[in-house]
């Protein structure tokens, strides 16, 4: 016989769960000491809800094994939510608990009690509740869902007061996880025919690689694609890393800085052919060309009505279906190479800051720099996101890690918190604006606390520039609601004992780079810059 909760924690522990993070309530104690008993398997303690779930999802974005988070009722929930949609249009996978109500008081009017499965609804792949009976079975299930072939999140709530229930272990009939997935058969016939003829009859192809394609971990397989077709490979922010930045076909990155010039070229297609391409980080009709396209990926493409002049649906897997295109026998294409690099290149040299200037520009060159290149870093919403988007080179995936998909503030902190839990021998860096820092600051007492040695980078400009910009695109007055006036005179020494080093200019900031790197524990650089070198870089027209 064993306890619910001890049931709870050795199914988490037998599935991968590293670890579980929340902010315990009374009923959710249980679950804490039964965590602290299972050997391989720990509880985190944050400050706010919101970070357990953002360090849950990103937990299961680098490891592939369903992330973990719990909150208590009602506020516990609401605040729990904000990281669960992140999990869920970003695309981690994710188990999030959450107390419920016993079954008598379920529709009472009780403190605390809403509809917790009204909640997490819209927000998740499944929402479900577990009784004393079911825990291993549910906790089973709800990591496959979260875990198949398009990741996310998971709402499974826990009745108060079954955590010390004995009821006898019985190992579920079935292992969710390790269902064999769903296997996709090679095209057929006529599907390859009309691929076939839309590529042959084309001039200037691209390759549009979305967020899907990481999942697929099909980085080589796109690489030889775009190198048989001689054609030019643009990018979603988060798909950043799958095909390398020095390779003569890349073409850049949608949606972020610079992207009139990155139109410069596949504004000139004649097809667009999508590999992986997931909407949920920008729609192909506010951005693409009126050209035919051909969208390979586990769903049909999600594109407004008579925007594209034609959509051929190529639903599979992406290993399977990049493997029948590579063997095509297709025409040589019209691209002029040269145009492609040259491009590239005046794309790198806009965003290479100038000799002796410190502003955002410098500020993200000067860390990639000196992060190695195994190193992890995690970049918040905001203006700055737009130029890492574009100017930062990205080795691997899982070396950069953004959400753009639910692109909420204050998720750099949270992602670096779990990124060096996942990987504690890799260097890691979270880069932020002074608004997103001003959300999460709190939450670096889990760093000094687990005496985590990570960089966290703050662009202080004073503002919420990227909505600042937005105001002065309209005419508005482009500091009401969005400045900050946040920065002292005097920086202080620490936040909750994470030591500060503020930097003005490019040597200052050079040598805190090399403190920080150096330091056997957190710290954090304040880098007070102008805002004025978004201007002309971030929020350019994508057509």
């Keep these: 016989m064993s306890t619910v909760a001890e049931i709870f924690a050795h199914t988490l522990k037998e599935i991968g769960v590293r670890y579980v993070f929340g902010v315990p309530s009374g009923n959710l104690i249980d679950y804490v000491e039964a965590l602290r008993k299972e050997k391989g398997i720990d509880f985190i303690l944050v400050g706010h809800e919101a970070t357990a779930a953002f360090m849950a999802g990103v937990c299961g974005r680098l490891t592939g094994v369903p992330g973990a988070c719990f909150a208590t009722f009602g506020p516990g929930a609401t605040n729990l939510s904000t990281g669960v949609g992140g999990a869920q249009l970003d695309r981690f996978p994710l188990l999030a608990f959450t107390d419920e109500m016993p079954d008598e008081l379920l529709k009472r009017t009780v403190q605390m009690n809403i509809d917790h499965q009204q909640l997490f609804f819209p927000i998740t792949k499944w929402t479900t509740r577990l009784n004393h009976n079911n825990v291993e079975e549910i906790i089973l299930k709800g990591a496959g869902i979260a875990t198949d072939d398009s990741p996310g999140a998971v709402h499974i709530g826990i009745p108060a007061g079954i955590g010390r229930n004995q009821v006898q272990k019985v ?75 020095e390779h003569p076909l890349y073409a850049g990155v949608l949606f972020h800085a610079l992207s009139n010039e990155v139109s410069k070229v596949y504004s000139k297609a004649d097809l667009v052919i999508g590999i992986g391409y997931d909407p949920v980080e920008f729609n192909y009709e506010d951005w693409m060309p009126e050209v035919p396209l051909i969208h390979v990926d586990r769903q049909e493409a999600d594109v407004a009505t008579g925007q594209i002049p034609e959509v051929f649906n190529v639903v599979g897997a992406l290993d399977v279906a990049m493997n029948e295109l590579l063997m095509l026998d297709i025409n040589p294409k019209a691209w002029d190479l040269q145009f492609i690099e ?100 709190g939450e670096l007492a889990i760093a000094k606390r687990l005496n985590l040695n990570i960089v966290f980078v703050v662009i ?84």
Aim: with cysteine; aromatic share 8%; charged share 20%.
């Design 171 to 245: 190992k579920a009939e079935v292992d969710y996880l390790r269902l064999e997935k769903k296997r996709w058969s090679p095209l057929v016939a006529d599907q390859l025919a009309k691929v076939t003829k839309l590529i042959q009859t084309s001039k200037k192809p691209v390759l549009a690689v979305g967020l899907s394609a990481v999942h697929a971990a099909g980085r080589e397989q796109l690489i030889a694609l775009a190198e048989k077709f001689q054609v030019p490979v643009v990018l979603t922010p988060m798909a950043k890393g799958m095909f390398p930045e």
């Design 460 to 543: 202080y400009d004073d503002s919420l520039s990227l909505i600042s910009i937005k105001q002065a695109k309209k005419n508005f007055d482009s500091g009401y609601g969005t400045d900050l006036f946040v920065l002292d005179g005097e920086p202080t020494n620490h936040y909750f004992g994470v030591p500060v080093v503020r930097a003005t200019n490019n040597d200052e900031y050079k040598s805190a780079l090399e403190k920080a790197f150096a330091s056997d524990g957190p710290l954090v650089i304040e880098a007070v810059v102008s805002p004025e070198e978004y201007d002309g870089l971030v929020l350019q027209p994508n057509k």
């Design 342 to 441: 040259t491009n590239k290149e005046q794309i790198f040299k806009k965003l290479t800051p100038e000799a002796g200037s410190f502003g955002p520009l410098a500020v993200v060159d000067e860390l990639r720099k000196i992060l190695p290149e195994e190193g992890i870093l995690t970049v918040d919403v905001g203006a700055h996101l737009h130029l890492i988007g574009q100017q930062w080179c990205t080795p691997h995936p899982d070396k950069l890690l953004m959400t753009n998909g639910w692109s909420s503030m204050g998720f750099a902190i949270p992602a670096a918190l779990a990124a060096k839990l996942c990987n504690p021998d890799l260097p890691v860096v979270a880069l932020m604006g002074d608004g997103g820092f001003l959300m999460m600051v």
